[in-house]
């Protein structure tokens, strides 16, 4: 199987998305898509950012690897009556059935980031927008001390080395990679844009239990702790993520976590 496909479906990555639905809403409500558009969100997930914007009445594709998450999207898409909104499975990297010119905009908000080769996801972008039509990303930071930056960097260090040829999903939130990427896929720099934003995590539990959903249903962690355990550092890893949930806990309660991470929003003008 595609390791990717395996990192993805390993886990249930609703049980997180589903505390990230208030700023899915916000950020879809900025994007200015409007009726009769037509929208691609490459690795959406269950539909943080595209069942928002499917109630604009815009007709929005989303395509994930993970087979249950597009399972799951099709699920909520049904449950909220919206028959503009499709989930179908496939590669960020390799959309070989979508044509050229097929979106006046495409999008991606933490999923691409992770596919491999990401100049061909660069490329695949935009080859499959419209000219005049725009580009989104949403991507985690390196380095940058709040959460999912600091959590993805804890994971990596319980985790063996990489393979031969790998490049960090993270390098998609330095802005220089951005642009050599978009670049070479035929993108003036002036035609890339940036910006730091917020992104809010609500959880109606502590951050204790918060930090084990991510141990149990995110499988960049799933397979720190896999890693972990073998060495008999699972309880070290433990200890770490609880340490950072509680500390970025801002909601004044240790029954409710509250979470706001960093993130570089990507605009590109295609």
Aim: hydrophobic content about 40%; aromatic content about 8%.
């Amino acid at each position: 199987m595609n390791p990717n496909k395996a990192l993805w479906e390993k886990g249930d990555f609703t049980r997180i998305a589903a505390t990230m639905r208030k700023s899915g809403e916000a950020l879809a409500s900025r994007l200015e898509i409007v009726k009769g558009m037509q929208v691609l969100e490459l690795g959406g997930g269950d539909g943080t950012t595209a069942i928002p914007l499917a109630k604009t009445g815009a007709d929005v594709t989303v395509i994930d690897i993970a087979e249950n998450l597009v399972k799951a999207g099709n699920t909520r898409a049904n449950d909220e009556g919206l028959p503009n909104c499709v989930f179908r499975e496939g590669d960020a990297s390799h959309l070989s059935d979508i044509p050229d010119a097929s979106f006046d905009a495409t999008l991606s908000i933490f999923g691409a980031m992770f596919a491999p080769r990401p100049f061909d996801v660069a490329k695949e972008m935009v080859r499959v927008t419209k000219p005049g039509g725009k580009i989104l990303m949403g991507n985690w930071i390196p380095g940058d001390p709040t959460l999912v930056a600091q959590l993805l960097k804890i994971s990596a260090a319980y985790t063996p080395p990489p393979p031969e040829g790998f490049i960090s999903p993270m390098t998609w939130g330095i802005a220089s990679h951005v642009i050599e990427r978009f670049e070479q896929a035929g993108v003036p720099k002036e035609n890339i844009t940036f910006s730091r934003e917020p992104w809010t995590f609500d959880a109606p539990y502590g951050p204790v239990e918060f930090a084990a959903v991510f141990r149990h249903f995110y499988g960049p962690t799933m397979t720190a702790f896999e890693a972990a355990e073998k060495n008999n550092r699972s309880a070290e890893l433990q200890q770490e993520l609880e340490k950072l949930f509680t500390a970025e806990n801002k909601s004044g309660t240790p029954n409710y976590t509250a979470i706001t991470a960093t993130y570089l929003l990507v605009t590109v003008k295609r």
